[in-house]
């Protein structure tokens, strides 16, 4: 890639269809969260159905699917196998160059997840109200929160750090720390929710336990496209499930 402190100026023809599945991915995955109990995490005396609190996500995530698709191909970013099957290319080919660091960095998330659950076990039994089925993590955690975070913030920083004057690897590490940033931070709403007054030590956790895997997220999106970084998200919530499934952490 080259180091051009700007943007390109000429416009790469976007397909229209790439953004229409990326949009149907992230809705598919936000619907999976119709299986949590929301609900239950309100505030005394408020009560708003289950499927109302999905809106304000769903929103998101196709704001974040149009940011994405508008910006990623101008900056060496790419969705390699949905763009091969939307081609009708094989799609085999792209998806297995993304499996390798896919698994390692599910690998490294799932110890991590493993590690914070061990140490915050008695936070953990009193957020067991809100239980999150697998399905969810995999559906809006793998896909939904990828193409947020990733897809959508990660792409839309870089763009902002080149057109800022950053060279194009420094505007990605910049993009790939504050996407993971704010990620990190979008857990403290379901934190603060579950646990009125979190201790330093816990919000410390989950800020780092959701930081570092999300670097490594970026770093695969860059590496292999969106769909490596999906891998690896859902991968390490398979893995940690396996292990929670032990009785070793709490779920």
Request: net charge positive; glycine share 10%; charged share 10%.
């Amino acid at each position: 890639m080259s180091d051009s402190a700007t943007l390109p100026a000429t416009e790469l023809r976007r397909d229209p269809r790439l953004l229409i599945a990326m949009i149907a991915l992230g809705l598919a995955g936000v619907a999976t969260l119709s299986v949590v109990p929301l609900e239950t995490i309100l505030p005394p005396g408020v009560h708003v159905p289950r499927l109302m609190l999905l809106i304000q996500p769903a929103i998101l995530t196709m704001a974040c699917a149009a940011l994405g698709w508008w910006f990623q191909q101008r900056l060496g970013l790419d969705a390699p196998v949905l763009r091969a099957v939307l081609a009708g290319d094989t799609w085999l080919r792209p998806l297995q160059r993304g499996v390798a660091g896919a698994a390692v960095v599910a690998a490294a998330t799932a110890a991590i997840l493993v590690a914070y659950g061990s140490a915050t076990q008695d936070a953990a039994t009193a957020t067991s109200q809100l239980y999150i089925p697998l399905i969810a993590r995999l559906g809006y955690g793998g896909v939904g929160e990828e193409i947020i975070a990733r897809w959508g913030l990660l792409t839309g920083f870089m763009a902002l750090a080149m057109r800022l004057g950053r060279g194009r690897d420094a505007a990605f590490w910049i993009a790939n720390a504050a996407a993971a940033l704010l990620f990190a931070l979008g857990h403290f709403g379901a934190l603060f929710a579950m646990v009125p007054h979190p201790s330093l030590a816990l919000m410390a956790a989950v800020l780092l336990a959701n930081f570092v895997p999300a670097m490594g997220f970026g770093w695969l999106y860059r590496q292999h496209g969106i769909e490596s970084a999906m891998l690896a998200h859902g991968g390490a919530h398979m893995l940690f499930a396996a292990v929670a499934a032990s009785g070793l952490v709490a779920w």
